[in-house]
């Protein structure tokens, strides 16, 4: 199971750019920096291209989502893309009954609570994720030497959206059926590992440098029932790619007591949410893990000499692990001023690495 050697991972395109050094715990030749949510939401030019057309169409529509992908890159100097996509694609394109309803997030049409609602899931195809290979494919030709990232919701989180129907702000369904009914919870997360590995295994393959897990809701769990009932849907969905030699990045928020089990599901990169200071982290993880983080996304709007002290600090912190790649500590806020996005890049590259 190895890349083709067309890939830029392969033909050396991406092979020793900043992130992938520092992925690599190489010393890069700047300070790599990008953001979660940087394809959209705060750029003018990304509302103006998805004008009437919906989220989920957007990210299945290849052009379209190779340019959001690509807005970002051009206008702030970030070190990656990222894909831009949905957790939920994949449950799309195995012909689940699922949107994105604005104000609200994603919607199940029958959510899926029993032994039953799991057993009559559809599998997700490879022939189906054909648009995704698609996308990828439009956007490597235009990075160059800039490298993808790929992603996909981990299972837990996927399952969760399945098992509420809707968002939820406690989680209890999910977490509520791995002890009430745990063969069907042990299915459904079976059922999300497969599809969430599939999906990051396309985007590895059409051309991304690197794949990161997002378990927006593990935060919700206790160690103990993330290690029994989470941690295994986990590592399942990362041995679809664990042999292609790309970096992979596990992230989640509120998992400041969870960063150990996330990173030994086979992470060679653990994001920081900005809850836990990096050096912090750092200790935690035993000083011999890659971090991803952490800037605060409240502080964006605050005084620039306020944000500046902040990200100096987040630096500083990255420097006691033996890689650091600059993020925000979740993703980016719909209202941010693109210029202050610009403005921490060019403030991240000026600092020696």
């Given amino acids: 199971m190895t890349l083709p050697l067309d890939h830029p991972l392969m033909d050396g395109r991406t092979s020793g750019s900043p992130l992938i050094d520092a992925y690599r715990s190489r010393k890069p030749s700047r300070r790599p920096i990008w ?8 750029l003018p030019e990304y509302r103006a291209a998805r004008e009437g057309t919906a989220m989920l169409d957007a990210c299945l529509t290849p052009d379209l989502a190779a340019e959001i992908t690509l807005q970002p890159v051009r206008r702030h100097g970030v070190d990656a893309g990222i894909f831009f996509s949905d957790i939920v694609i994949p449950l ?15 919607v199940l049409g029958q959510p899926v609570r029993t032994a039953a609602d799991v057993a009559s899931l559809p599998p997700l195809t490879d022939e189906a994720l054909e648009p995704v290979r698609e996308a990828v494919r ?23 959206y399945m098992v509420e129907g809707k968002p939820s702000r406690d989680h209890l369904g999910p977490r509520t059926m791995m002890h009430a009914d745990p063969q069907a ?12 590995g599939k999906f990051l295994r396309a985007q590895l393959e059409a051309g991304a440098s690197a794949a990161q897990l997002f378990d927006s809701w593990a935060g919700s769990l206790s160690l103990a029932d993330y290690e029994q009932h989470v941690a295994g849907a986990s590592a399942a969905a990362l041995d679809h790619v664990r042999g292609l030699d790309a970096p992979l990045v596990h992230f989640g928020t509120g998992t400041g007591e969870l960063l150990a089990a996330m990173r030994d599901v086979g992470a060679d990169v653990v ?27 409240a502080l964006l709007s605050a005084p620039w000499s306020v944000l500046e002290e902040h990200v100096r600090g987040v ?7 033996p890689g650091h790649v600059v993020n925000l500590g979740h993703g980016v806020p719909p209202d941010t001023d693109p210029a202050v996005l610009t403005r921490i890049v060019e403030l991240v590259h000026s600092v020696d690495p």
């Fill in 35 to 42: 953001f979660m949510r940087q394809a959209g939401r705060s």
């Fill in 92 to 106: 799309k394109l195995a012909g689940i009954d699922v949107d994105i309803k604005p104000g609200v997030g994603p």
């Fill in 138 to 160: 439009l956007v490597v030709a235009e990075l160059g030497t800039v490298p993808l990232i790929g992603f996909a919701g981990a299972p837990y989180t996927l399952a969760a």
């Fill in 185 to 196: 919870w042990k299915a459904l997360a079976a059922w999300t590992a497969e599809a969430s």
């Fill in 271 to 297: 994001g920081v949410d900005y809850r836990l200071p990096l050096d912090e982290a750092n200790r935690r993880l035993g000083a011999d893990t890659v971090l991803q983080g952490n800037i605060d996304p």
């Fill in 315 to 321: 630096l500083a912190a990255g420097q006691s692990a």
